[in-house]
């Protein structure tokens, strides 16, 4: 267990490794265990040195059995919490059967599958809402209410409301898999950018003259050529113009303005900006980080009035991502927001 070989063994392999004698001390320890928990557990008692119940048990369990181990292990530190499957295997050296302990970081899978519960408890939460709704109209309707012709004129229109409301969350939710299964896919076919902006201000009008609210363009003699999936990028500025209108003041304006930027320091060439501004009341900037989560709302109750979804920027953000784009968000309480698209033009 102490040879030099047995070091230079475990020096080879990527993951932190200890070497453990069946006494429970610590005989070698590879470089990125020693990075990880520091030279000092060398020579000491595993247990003493971890402090952890489940390697006790799991140590006295492969002494006894002979029989591969598993637990996990939290690691904190001022960096936050990682997270370990620690594997136990018996090492049997000169007939002395003693323990290789490897360590992997699984925190990346453990958030991702955090994300994936997380996600799928809030879509179950978007959907319960209406149907219990839609399934309490119809029992509703199944008694005296039928026969009253107004009552059910109303509880169907709410049922209608409903039902678009879930309509509306699977196709964000479709489009959402769809972008991001197209993630990795460079768009190439060449679209006009000022044509696309120009179609959406022209579908969002009746929108916009319900709330009084005037969307101006501008540099529109800035050439707006580059490489893109128009459908996305339609997608792009219908949410980011809808959501200022929606959310905009009665009687304000959304301004859409276009700039050339020579060589954009991030993308490192030629890019087109995009801002779309608006002058309402702005956004409390401890909310910002969190514009592009999925389901993340800051006035839920307003969102669901307006039909949204909370998957809009969120579906934004990926399909800028697939443009290999910068996405950015800028507001100040009073004075209104500011969403910017950079898109690189080669």
């Known amino acids: 267990m102490e040879s030099s070989l047995s070091q230079s063994v475990i020096t080879g392999i990527p993951l932190p490794i200890v070497l453990v004698a069946s006494s429970s001390r610590v005989t070698a320890m590879n470089p990125q265990a020693i990075q990880l928990f520091g030279d000092e557990c060398l020579g000491r008692h595993f247990i003493l040195s971890f402090r952890q119940p489940q390697f006790s048990q799991a140590l006295a369990t492969l002494f006894q059995t002979q029989t591969p181990q598993e637990c996990r292990y939290v690691l904190s530190d001022h ?29 990346e899978n453990e958030k991702l599958n955090q994300m994936r519960r997380d996600f799928v408890a809030n879509v179950s939460h978007e959907l319960r809402s209406p149907l219990t709704a839609v399934m309490g109209f119809i029992e509703t309707l199944r008694g005296t209410a039928a026969k009253e012709e107004k009552v059910r004129d109303r509880f169907l229109g709410i049922m209608q409301r409903e039902a678009e409301r879930m309509n509306r969350l699977v196709q ?107 002058d309402a009341g702005g956004i409390d900037p401890v909310y ?34 697939r443009h290999r784009g910068r996405l950015l968000i800028e507001s100040e309480l009073g004075k209104g927001s500011t969403f910017s698209v950079i898109l690189p033009k080669n």
Do not use: W
């Open 172 to 278: 964000d939710l479709l489009s959402l898999s769809r972008v991001e299964a197209t993630e990795r896919v460079r768009p190439s076919t060449t679209v006009d950018v000022h044509t696309i902006i120009a179609s959406v201000v022209s579908a969002l009008g009746p929108i916009a003259n319900q709330m009084k609210i005037k969307v101006t363009q501008s540099g529109l003699s800035i050439p707006a050529q580059l490489p893109a999936d128009p459908d996305q990028l339609s997608q792009i500025f219908t949410n980011l113009i809808e959501n200022s209108i929606k959310y905009g003041k009665e009687g304000g304006q959304v301004q859409v303005a276009i700039t050339a930027i020579e060589r954009d320091p991030q993308l490192r060439q030629a890019a087109l900006r995009i801002d779309v501004n608006d």
């Open 288 to 321: 910002l980080p969190r514009l592009t989560e999925r389901f993340f709302r800051i006035d839920e109750h307003r969102s669901r009035e307006n039909g949204g979804t909370g998957l809009g920027l969120a579906i934004v953000k990926h399909i800028v991502k």
């Open 79 to 107: 960096n936050g919490d990682v997270t370990f499957v620690v594997n136990f295997f018996p090492l049997e050296d000169q007939g002395v059967i003693g323990a290789v302990v490897s360590f992997k970081d699984v925190t």
